[in-house]
C-alpha cells in the first residue's frame, strides 16, 4: 500500500466533469484506489464517491493506492490531478 497527499486544483473542485476523469483514470488499474479525506474515505472508481466527497479547490486528499500496480495508479493519479483533470 502506497499514500500520498496532493492538492486539488481545480477552480471549482472535484464536481462531475474532473470526478468522471478521475475514476475513468483509476478504473484503468486493478489495485483497490481509494482517498482520505476530512473525516472520510472515499472510492476514486466510483463518480458517486468521489462527488460525496464534497472537495473545493485548494483542498488536499491522501490517495491510497494497494494492489499490484499501485505504483502506477499513483503515478497516473497524481498526475492527472496536477494537470487539473481536464479543466
Do not use: W
Request: net charge negative.
Amino acid at each position: 500500500m502506497i499514500t500520498k497527499k496532493v492538492c486539488i486544483k481545480n477552480p471549482t473542485g472535484l464536481h462531475l466533469r474532473p470526478a468522471g476523469i478521475l475514476c475513468k483514470e483509476a478504473m484503468r488499474y486493478r489495485c483497490s484506489i481509494t482517498f482520505a479525506f476530512r473525516n472520510g474515505t472515499y472510492n476514486a472508481k466510483s463518480v458517486l464517491g468521489i462527488l460525496g466527497a464534497c472537495v473545493k479547490c485548494g483542498d488536499e486528499i491522501e490517495l491510497i493506492c494497494s494492489g499490484e500496480d499501485e505504483a502506477e495508479a499513483m503515478e497516473a493519479l497524481e498526475g492527472a490531478i496536477q494537470s487539473g483533470l481536464g479543466e
